[in-house]
């Protein structure tokens, strides 16, 4: 093998991975995996796409080993390929954001709604996490938080909030997360839990920037 054979085989494998990237359901269903191992059916009603439709996402995802998948029963059950795609993933949210100021726009009026709420970094949360008498809820589905989760975190998902709300203290300040920066979950609940009396923040991080901080300690 010479230079240009290498060069040009190596840069066809790059391209193929960066192939299965370019569609925005395929990348949706990569920020989903980050949360966990999911089946089809469960993909195929975040993403409202048909069954058939979200497993073809999947396995153009298979073909170049972004994910890889399990049976379990009847039920095939997807999940990232390794820690590095979710990298891979954050990494490409991050990039975008940085050179695209619409998409920070968007989630500073759509997640952030800094006018309307309070908003705490990783950073303020660990300080906060460690001196404080606080409640951490976390508003995922359950099968999320199941799959991993902040260290004394509660599990109340957004669907519950109204029903468990009699559930949480008033007498201490309540930190809400739910999938990371472009999920509205946190958002709402927080609104919710404000014009309720409680004294409630969102989590401006999700499950995976907590990893990476309790890892760095």
Known sequence: MNKREFNDTIYYYFSKVGKALTSPKRMELLDLLTQGPKTVEVLSNETEMS????????QVLLDVKLVKFRRRGNFMVYSLGNTRVCELVQSLQNVTED?????RQMRMDFIVRSEEIESLEMKEFLEEYNKKDIVVIDVRPETEYNASHIEGAVSIPFDSIKDQVSEIP??????????????????EVVQYLVS??????????????????????
């Open 51 to 58: 069954i058939a439709n979200t497993s073809q996402h999947l």
């Open 99 to 103: 050179r695209f100021d619409e998409v």
């Open 170 to 187: 008033k007498d201490k300040e309540i930190i809400v997360y739910c999938r990371g920066f472009y999920c509205v979950y946190a958002t």
């Open 196 to 217: 309720k009396g409680y004294q409630a923040k969102r989590l401006n991080a999700g499950i995976q920037h907590w990893k990476r901080k309790v890892e760095l300690k």
